[in-house]
């Protein structure tokens, strides 16, 4: 099927000699779904095969239940494996089907914002291009025709917006447009950080707990202790409150917080 579509798209495959519908088109290849190490399985299979010539984009499914924590390690199985073995680790790398799932594990509205926020980051830091959440308009996940999930009164913009996932996904917006990260993201134990920096001499650590959880607009928290060396001033949520660093630790929870120095 990929053979017979960058034939007729893009004019281009063993034996094709139709001409290119449009020659730019990007030609992705089907995304596998298995995790682990299974997963290049089907990717040697198919990149072995005469599909590594074919395509422009690997597509791969990032589902791994209530753990976003896994896409960094499913991202280097694949980089490291079957794209290392048919040197295609150049070309753009697309989670594209998504999320916490349809039967929706993640149904606390504080978790939600924390889940999106966690997944986008660790999906930025590792190496992938774009990201597609499955789904937007199914029941439980990023939208409600009925209501804001999660919220207990209707959206107020009549536009069925999720008020924790949506805040979730702005959040993380507001913190890496414009930034490069120079730290990945990393653990140690159940604590996550990821630096960024931009110009100006702008430097901000993203820190969470997977150890916390959140209930009933409660969430629980740890204390972190701030790297010696660093200056940073202030720590905002994604909502965009911002608390001033009164010392040498901060409390963090289930979702990120933003560390900066400016």
Known sequence: MTQDAACIIKGIGSGCTKQAI???ALIVTPPATLGGANINDWLNGFLGTGGASLV???AFHGYNGTNPEKVPS????????????YNQNGKPLFDTEFSWGLNNPVTDPDQQMGFVARSLILHWSSGVDRVYWYSWDTSGTMWS??????????????????????AGFAGVQNWTVGTTINQACA????????????????????????AQSCSNGFCTSSTFTIPAGTNYTHFRDLLGH?????????????????????
């Open 74 to 85: 499913m991202v280097s199985t694949i980089k490291n494996g079957a794209l290392t073995t």
């Open 242 to 262: 911002v608390n001033n660093v009164g010392g040498s630790t901060v409390p963090i929870g289930y979702k990120p917080i933003l560390l900066e120095n400016q």
């Open 56 to 58: 422009d984009v690997i």
């Open 145 to 166: 025709p009925n209501r804001v999930v999660g919220c207990t009164t209707p959206d107020p913009s009549g536009n069925g917006f999720t008020c924790e996932s949506t």
């Open 22 to 24: 449009d020659p730019n």
């Open 187 to 210: 653990s140690v134990g159940t604590v996550w950080t990821c630096g960024f920096t931009k110009s100006g001499g702008y430097q901000a650590l993203a820190v969470w707990d997977t």
